[in-house]
């Protein structure tokens, strides 16, 4: 994908965000290219351009539109590098995650990096703050889930079998113990790595009554 979306036609995102916006009846209102300060706080830049130009620790993009039923809404499309090396300095960007309160986080394929030690910070960030976390068996490995176990209940849907090949060493024994013991909803679309011979997976991680964020 970062080859496909770096060419002399398509360079970025934007244009990919905006298409699947657009087929889903949003208006646009704005486009406005950003970064985020040292204090969490959104900075706008006068052009893309003139962000591309910067060597900055996060840039963004903020796209004000309208809905199909009519509301107002905002999305933040963040580009930065996520692994604690990384991350640990970019304090701005920890800061603007940690104001937006509770939210719901989905994550697919997702190249199972929420499991390695290197991206603890982007983890922790998730389990602190997410009231719902929706994502395949390549997002947050289950066992961090089960840290505090009973912070989460837990909905599976479609089949838990052996990660694809290039993610061999990422099978999780105890995530199919949990599909086994709980069972799990059928599942009629692929998604993720397994999507082509229709053994795709995805979870609900909810907080449980009495542990949700104010």
């Not at 962000?51 to 580009?79: C, H, M, P, R, W």
């Not at 300095?89 to 989905?106: A, C, D, P, S």
């Not at 599942?187 to 795709?200: E, R, T």
Request: hydrophobic fraction near 35%; glycine fraction near 8%.
């Amino acid at each position: 994908m970062k080859r496909d979306l770096q060419s002399g036609e398509l360079n970025g995102t934007l244009h990919l965000l905006l298409l699947f916006m657009h087929r889903t009846g949003c208006r646009f209102v704005a486009a406005r290219p950003l970064t985020i300060d040292t204090n969490g706080v959104k900075q706008y830049y006068p052009s893309f351009e003139k962000l591309n130009t910067e060597k900055l620790k996060t840039k963004g993009i903020e796209i004000s539109f309208v809905d199909a039923s009519g509301i107002q809404k905002e999305l933040n499309y963040l580009s930065l590098d996520a692994s604690d090396y990384y991350l640990k300095n970019n304090v701005g960007f920890r800061k603007f995650i940690q104001q937006q309160g509770n939210f719901m986080t989905y994550l697919k394929g997702a190249s199972y990096l929420l499991h390695k030690t290197h991206f603890s910070i982007t983890r922790n960030l998730i389990l602190n703050q997410s009231s719902m976390v929706v994502q395949d068996d390549s997002g947050i490995g289950i066992k961090y889930f089960l840290q505090d176990s009973d912070k989460w209940e837990f909905r599976f849907y479609g089949q838990y079998t052996k990660p694809i090949r290039k993610f061999a060493g990422q099978y999780q024994p105890l995530l199919d113990s949990m599909y086994k013991l709980n069972g799990a909803t059928k599942l009629d679309f692929g998604l993720g790595y397994n999507f082509k011979d229709k053994n795709s997976n995805f979870m609900i991680a909810r907080l449980r009554s009495g542990n949700t964020r104010s």
